[in-house]
């Protein structure tokens, strides 16, 4: 079967698991906070390692741009600064009492929205508040997600001096007429400059972020986007398949005609061809979406198949507890999820109040728990054992894998299934048969297509 049929026949809408479940398919449209909190403290309980991660959204940004699907309030007005981070530093003070004594905070991602919409000051008041509320480990992990032209040499001095390693920078493409139909002017000379002057000021990786399936894309162009990407040859790629999801509120995704959208045959060509080039370049092919230089801390963990995935990504550390603070975050204790609300003033109000600004979430099950670790292996190590005695009907699930083994994209031997190279961009696919809440009418409106 060629490419193109492959692609007509597994490009279908399918969740991205950055949750087993996913978040459509959720259970508790209302979460208690003695309930959520009562939860968290019996994940510790079971678990030796008391160290966590904490995911900070910061929803502002300047301007909209069009491709994005996230969570963000747009403003101009600088002034919501000091406010928002106030009601972070809160928030922590309202969970943070309530986890195991031995707790100390091992990760801190900052994602947006802009996190460098925020003033390196307040960024860096925001680190040093966290800290006094709760220890950090002395390996920290410290990233943020960075604008290039709203990054400025202050935040990369001031971030690196109070222990920030890792940036990701949002590229997108260079194509100045893709970043026209998204809305995301920035040009080259801008990306160089604060690529450079993160090495400078000792960021030791840097990662990129690239989307294909964008509006006005073409080969040419994104050909030249890998060039100019290899030229700086970033320790991390992120290769992200654009989701375009206009339906789902919020996510400003119509300020284009989907006439521009690439057709899936050349989605899939823009894909191949980045991803070849960066295998020709000594990258390794990590997870799904994901490339990483060989010395690359993700590169190592892959390799010694260690890697682990959550809603902040792949990541080298595998902590059970994600704390998810800021509007619209995530939290994740293993049993369970908790999402926070989703609008600015809402959150805002809630934390001011002295309350746990939740809004739903899901209580795993024993089923759930199964499903949820074949899937992290097949995202994280494409491969998983699935033996004989299990909670899930096999049959069924080994019938719906059928097709794909037939097309050679997985193989199945002693009870191990196996994602096969062909197969990696269908992960998602094979990630769909064990996936028992999955209703297609649901997914036709709330998923992206897989390919």
């Keep these: 079967m060629t490419t193109s049929e492959l692609i007509q026949k597994y490009n279908v809408p399918g969740p991205r698991y950055t949750s087993y479940p996913p978040v459509p398919y959720w259970n508790l449209q209302q979460w208690e906070a003695k309930d959520w909190i009562s ?52 928030e922590w003070l309202l969970i943070a009492p309530n986890l195991h004594p031995a707790s100390e905070v091992e990760e801190i991602h900052l994602g947006g929205g802009t996190p460098t919409f925020f003033a390196a000051d307040e960024l860096v008041r925001l680190i040093n508040g966290l800290k006094q509320i709760l220890p950090f480990s002395q390996e920290i992990e410290l990233s943020f997600e960075a604008h290039p032209n709203s990054t400025t040499k202050e935040h990369l001095e001031k971030l690196n001096k109070i222990g920030f390693r890792r940036i990701s920078f949002g590229i997108q493409d260079y194509d100045p007429i893709v970043q026209q139909a998204i809305h995301r002017i920035q040009p080259a000379e801008q990306v160089f400059a604060c690529h450079e002057q993160a090495k400078k000021y000792g960021f030791s990786s840097i990662s990129h972020d690239l989307v294909f399936g964008l509006p006005k894309q073409s080969m040419e162009g994104f050909k030249n986007t890998v060039k100019q990407t290899l030229f700086l040859k970033p320790n991390r790629i992120s290769l992200y398949s654009y989701a375009h999801v206009p339906w789902v509120k919020g996510t400003g995704q119509r300020g284009f005609d989907e006439a521009d959208l690439p057709s899936p045959e050349l989605k899939r060509r823009l894909y191949e061809y980045a991803k070849n080039n960066f295998l020709q370049e000594g990258y390794r092919e990590i997870g799904m979406d994901h490339f990483a230089l060989p010395d690359d801390a993700l590169a190592i963990a892959a390799a010694e198949k260690k890697l682990h995935r959550n809603f902040m990504g792949y990541t080298t550390t595998p902590n059970e507890l994600l704390i998810g603070l800021g509007m619209s975050a995530i ?31 899901h209580q795993l099950n024993e089923r759930d728990l199964e499903i949820r670790w074949h ?53 998602r696919n094979c990630c769909m048969a064990f996936d028992t809440y999955f209703e297609h009418d649901i997914a036709m409106r709330k998923f992206s297509m897989t390919i």
């Design 39 to 90: 939860l968290i403290r019996k994940a510790q309980n079971n678990e030796t390692n008391k160290k966590l991660s904490l995911y900070i959204h910061l929803p502002y940004c300047d301007s909209l741009c069009t491709f994005c699907g996230c969570h963000k309030h747009i403003t101009k007005n600088h002034q919501v600064e000091e406010r928002y981070i106030d009601a972070v530093l809160k």
């Design 331 to 361: 939290s994740d204790c293993k049993l369970g999820f908790a999402q926070n609300e989703k609008t600015v003033s809402e959150y805002l109000r809630r934390v001011e109040a002295g309350e746990l600004p939740l809004t739903k979430g």
């Design 375 to 427: 899937i992290l292996n097949l995202m994280c190590r494409f491969e998983t054992i699935f033996p004989q005695e299990t909670l899930l009907n096999r049959v069924e699930i080994l019938e719906k894998l059928s097709e794909m083994i037939n097309d050679k994209l997985i193989s199945i031997q002693n009870d191990v299934i196996t994602i096969l190279p062909a197969g990696i961009p269908f992960v």
